[in-house]
């Protein structure tokens, strides 16, 4: 195909389509086709492995990989990588080594407001127990009390 038919494959199609959406797969890359994450494949590491996951997750918790914008696509896939760097260094602490706590803070403050900028909010949850939970655990605990004091006088 000559450059002119690229070219031309690059600017026609239906209306309110962005270019790189009417040209043809074979002239994009694997990464804006699909195909890949990276450009340069990063091999089958458990590190890859967990980005892709990540990734994922995060594409789910937006509205699945259909309905994102290339932007919004952009946007977890830096929240992917700021969560596995958080990861990996909780993974070192856990471990008994020292981590740059200020370099960790910075991530987690960075990564709370790309889910942000990507519409993912925290939402809060009722913990407040209800009358009906308290009597059931305050039962519940006097079943036990009584089980071990019958245990003590036998």
């Excluded at 890359?29 to 590190?47: E, F, I, K, M, Q």
């Excluded at 696509?73 to 990996?88: K, N, P, S, V």
Aim: proline residues 3%; hydrophobic residues 35%; charged residues 30%.
């Amino acid at each position: 195909m000559t450059k002119a038919q690229i070219a031309k494959n690059a600017t026609n199609g239906p209306p309110g389509r962005k270019p790189s959406d009417r040209m043809s797969s074979r002239f994009k890359s694997a990464v804006t086709n699909g195909h890949r994450l990276h450009v340069v494949a990063p091999g089958d590491t458990r590190w890859s492995r967990r980005f892709r996951d990540v990734l994922a997750q995060i594409i789910s918790d937006i509205s699945g990989p259909e309905n994102l914008s290339e932007g919004q696509r952009q946007l977890a896939r830096r929240c992917a990588t700021i969560a596995i760097a958080c990861e990996r260094m909780e993974g070192q602490a856990a471990a008994g080594a020292d981590i740059d706590l200020e370099q960790y803070g910075q991530l987690t403050d960075r990564l709370g407001r790309a889910f942000n900028r990507l519409g993912l909010r925290r939402q809060s949850r009722d913990v407040t127990a209800s009358l009906g939970d308290l009597i059931r655990q305050d039962q519940a605990a006097e079943r036990t009390r009584l089980a071990e004091a019958r245990k003590g006088a036998a």
